[in-house]
């Protein structure tokens, strides 16, 4: 079996300064893995050079599609990459307002996504809004209503349904539950967690907090100035970290 995706010595350079350095990993298929660092670590560059909305510098990613190809993100047409992201791909943003259309209802959201890979009846795509509004826990009579009228949490979820309703294979999350109430967190992170596991998602998790990642992911990739410090499982970091840079970040961000 291949991997999913994969990184082969993935940089970014800003002029002199690395924004990520000579990053390689595989994630396979089913797969949570969570990227790890303080502000400024690289974690979010390399997230968006693997999603493909930033162009690397050198090296490549490739990723398995769905009839067995092994194909490198920056040799694919402009319309083949927008395919993938439409339909095998998700990126859920930290703002949920990056990832919505504002100006639309909160079902026009799920629907624009399944009428961008091909479904044009409005009976089965108000139908399936419907009930992807459920299974984030959004209120059926809430369709009609816009995103603007939604709290930080509900637009969160609204943006998690929008990604998921074409049943992607994988999912980039950008700091999911960054900027939301504690109480607001956990339940966002509840939801995610046993939606991954129910639809048997991969997904690339970007965090500063190492508690959602242990609760999300099961490998971790440790960042710190664009480079990849240590990896390993989620729990062996968390519970005996190797590096000193982890060691400090796990001693003053989380008891284990």
Not at 128 to 136: E, G, N, P
Not at 155 to 181: H, S, W
């Amino acid at each position: 079996m291949s991997a999913l995706l994969s990184a082969e010595k993935v940089s970014k350079f800003y002029g002199a300064r690395a924004g990520c350095r000579d990053v390689s990993f595989e994630l396979w298929p089913g797969e949570v893995l969570a990227i790890v660092g303080e502000s400024g670590s690289g974690k979010t560059t390399l997230l968006r050079c693997l999603s493909g909305h930033l162009p690397a510098s050198s090296g490549k990613v490739r990723y398995t599609t769905r009839d067995g190809r092994n194909v490198a993100l920056d040799e694919l047409s402009e319309a083949e990459r927008r395919m993938l992201m439409r339909t095998d791909w998700g990126f859920v943003h930290q703002d949920a307002r990056d990832g919505l259309r504002m100006g639309v209802s909160a079902g026009a959201n799920v629907g624009e996504r399944l009428m961008a890979v091909g479904e044009r009846h409005y009976g089965r795509i108000r139908a399936t809004a419907s009930d992807w509004l459920k299974r984030v826990e959004i209120p059926e009579d809430r369709i009609d209503d816009s995103p603007w009228s939604y709290s930080g949490g509900m637009r969160q979820r609204l943006q998690i349904a929008r990604n998921l309703v074409t049943a992607p294979r994988l999912v980039f999350m950008d700091e999911p539950t960054g900027g939301l109430d504690v109480s607001v967190q956990a339940r966002l992170l509840d939801l995610i967690r046993g939606l991954v596991k129910r639809l048997d998602l991969a997904a690339i998790v970007v965090t500063h907090d190492l508690a959602v990642a242990r609760l999300l992911s099961s490998r971790m990739m440790v960042m710190q100035q664009g480079q990849v410090i240590e990896q390993g499982l989620t729990d062996q970091i968390l519970e005996d970290p190797q590096a000193p840079y982890t060691q400090l970040l796990v001693s003053s961000v989380l008891q284990v």
